[in-house]
């Protein structure tokens, strides 16, 4: 029996709560760009359960941007969704299943982009959500008129423009906006990229008036673990239990965060926020930014590439290895918490690290070290280089465990093969993806210099970083070491190595 609404009436687990019918009536109140597990895993789930006790009464109409897949399990569906919750909250263990009902359809932006703009005409409509990865939210000349338009801040600003066209520019008739893209001040980017697009289209100065005025983009902050729908033997599992299969059922774990910046009129309209305190409104969320931003998600990206070669192939089974958990404690204690570039009580770094160890240990999420190498490159240059550049206004000695990290990303990077745009690296014999924009560049790095030029030709291109890494007094040579240290005796010996000296020391 497939999940949907027709079938909800024939699921008798008690596993699972079920939505009352009411909840398909509500009306379309946020428009959503992207179906990802992250919005379903986090956003979306807020917001249904809002909906569930009686609080916000809207749900989501959802625009797929890419071409890539189709929107068949959404309507087969009916848009509903199993949430499947797993970890350890104040030492219990949590597991729970959640039929989420948010979502009211899904459209395509290729086959049906006159349909979304319709949605612009509907008044209840307040409040638009987005995350097309760290690489959506970037400037393209693009054409509003184009149906669709090329990219999300061209859809967005085609979506608007069609809106004040609607209602003829009224004041209060403009959105709340709020990317969850892992970029700093995502709000305010997208903000100046829309205003942007809109001079280089030529639209009315009484528009851009209206979109500066009425309209209010919030930076925003999320923080979930969502790994998407489980293995097949997990996920079998779960549903014979739950007795009803589910093709967009999803896992996530159970610590979630949901950061808003917003003042009293934003909060009115983000009602959703009072159904759980996970959700949080406030003037300033730069605190809750860098502790994830750097803590979680740096953390994330400084190990991922050291973690993937050195043959761990989750985030828990690298934690179960002695070596690998104490070299990412050290990491984050001795690294990465000292280098942030804001001001933090040590007592709140400390607190987070452990939350975070918690939740990297969680034996039900089987968080793939290779899917967080997605956008290596960039994640990189916005969560790390700033912690290596604070780094050094406070020590003029190299981060040692940082120049570890840095080497293997470095030979994460190290293409052999290329097959049209795709370009693969190689691992004991098999080959992996690098699904990098930059794969193409650090294909003809590798392949054109020796290892140590590799380095000083990576580190001194301010092109890739905004910064002259090579400047910093001996990152360069210890990321040569590491990265030599890499190549001659492999990543598990390299890390062993460095598990010996900090036993000896």
Known sequence: MKLSRYNLKNITSERVALPDEEIFELPEKVLQFGTGVLLRGLPDYFIDAANKVGIFNGRIVVVKSTSKGDTTAFDKQDGLYTLCERGIQDGNKVEEDIICSAISRVLNAQ?????????????????????????????????????????????????????????????????????????????????????????????????????????????????????????????????????????????????????????????????????????????????????KLRLLNGTHTLTCGLAF?????????????????????????????????????????????????????????????????????????????????NHYKNMDTPPSLFALGFASYLYFMKAVKQDGKEFYGELNGEEYLIEDPSAERFYRFWKNNSVDTLVEEVLKDISIWGHDLSQFNGFTEAVKNNLNNIINKGMKATLDTYHSKKTVA
Request: with cysteine; aromatic share 10%.
């Open 111 to 291: 086959d049906e982009w006159t349909e979304i703009l319709k949605c612009a005409h509907n008044p209840e409509l307040q409040i638009i959500i987005s995350n097309t990865t760290e690489v959506g939210i970037q400037l393209v000349k693009d054409d509003i008129r184009k149906h669709p338009p090329v990219s999300f801040p061209g859809k967005l600003l085609s979506f608007l423009y069609e809106r004040f066209i609607a209602f003829k520019g009224s004041e209060d008739s403009g959105f709340v906006i709020i990317p969850t893209e892992l970029i700093l001040e995502n709000g305010k980017k997208l903000e100046s990229i829309v205003l942007e697009l809109a001079h280089l289209n030529s639209l009315e100065d009484e528009f851009i008036e209206w979109l500066e005025n009425s309209n209010y983009f919030c930076n925003s902050l999320v923080d979930r673990i969502v790994t998407g729908m489980p293995e097949k033997e997990t996920k079998n599992k779960i549903e014979n239990e739950l007795g009803y299969s589910d093709d967009l059922l999803i896992m996530s774990e159970v610590y979630s965060l949901w950061a808003i910046e917003g003042d009293e009129k934003i909060k009115n309209i983000l009602s959703f926020a009072d159904a759980d305190e996970e959700v949080v409104i406030e003037p300033n969320i730069d605190l809750h930014r860098e502790l």
């Open 309 to 389: 070669l050195a043959g761990f192939d989750t985030v828990q089974h690298a934690m179960e290895d002695g070596t690998f958990s104490a070299f990412i404690e050290d990491l984050m204690r001795n690294g990465i918490a000292p280098a942030i570039p804001f001001e933090i009580d040590d007592a709140t770094k400390q607190s987070f690290i452990s939350k975070v160890l918690d939740r990297f240990r969680n034996p039900h999420i089987a968080h793939q070290w290779k899917s967080i190498t997605l956008n290596y490159t960039f994640k990189m240059k916005m969560r790390c280089i700033p912690l290596l550049i």
